[in-house]
């Protein structure tokens, strides 16, 4: 079964304390995988698509990357409006999945000034 | 201008009541979606529509049905709710199926009293 597990649940930091977000997954042919930010009473906001294995995105103090099974969001010196939920989400190839977006629970990051 | 926008943004009723929410997209985009985000904020996917016509149809009791008249809206019907139909409803489009980013909606904030 496909699945999307994102680590940990909810992680706080100080300002300027760089850390990073985990996103495993389990598909049967992945065709590319997302990243997004919520905020509170908002609809996710695309940040990231990686498409292959060793692929890396940058904006601002994020950068994602990707391994044949998981995915990190490494934040850099993060500020306190960084904090919100980060979506992982996956789009598998092929069959009845095709066309799809499976998201993980989601990481809340808050960070203190 | 909003790219993906939803209406209600918040919808109370009744048990047994029937409510559409609408979405409208004017980014040009081929496919639209609809995904329910539950209490523990985890987003699903309920259906999936490319050029009017339905491609995805996840697990979803008959009393959804989503319409989409045109390649720019997608609607969703609800036919008598449930108590456990409250939740956040998110409408999203993308350019192709799976393939790009999706844009979400700001949600439809649906309670079933």
């Known amino acids: 079964e496909d699945q999307v597990t994102q680590s940990p649940e909810a992680l706080r930091l100080q300002e300027g304390e760089s850390s990073s977000l985990n996103c495993s997954y389990t598909?049967?042919?992945?065709?590319?995988l997302f990243w997004y930010r919520q905020d509170p009473g908002k609809g996710p906001e695309f940040l990231f698509t990686l498409y292959s294995a060793g692929e890396e995105k940058e904006k601002e103090r994020l950068k994602a990357t990707l391994t044949k099974k998981e995915s990190f969001l490494h934040i850099t010196a993060p500020k306190p409006e960084d904090s919100a939920t980060y979506l992982c989400?996956?789009?598998?190839?092929?069959?009845?999945?095709?066309?799809?977006?499976?998201f993980g629970q989601g990481t809340i990051l808050t960070v203190h000034p | 201008d909003t790219a993906v926008s939803q209406t209600p943004k918040y919808l109370v009723t009744q048990m047994g009541n029937d409510k559409s929410i609408k979405c409208e997209q004017n980014l040009g985009h081929d496919t639209m979606y609809w995904y329910k985000q539950d209490s523990k904020k985890f987003l699903k996917i309920m259906f999936s529509y490319n050029n009017k016509e339905l491609i995805i149809n996840e697990t979803v009791p008959n009393r959804f049905s989503p319409k989409s008249p045109d390649k720019a809206h997608l609607n969703l019907h609800i036919n008598s709710l449930e108590l456990g139909d409250s939740a956040v409803y998110f409408c999203?489009?993308?350019?192709?199926?799976?393939?790009?980013?999706?844009?979400f909606g700001q949600g439809t904030r649906l309670t079933v009293v």
């Open positions: 989400a996956v789009s598998m190839a092929g069959g009845t999945s095709y066309g799809k977006l499976t």
């Open positions: 999203a489009s993308s350019q192709y199926r799976g393939d790009t980013e999706a844009f």
């Open positions: 598909v049967s042919g992945l065709r590319g």
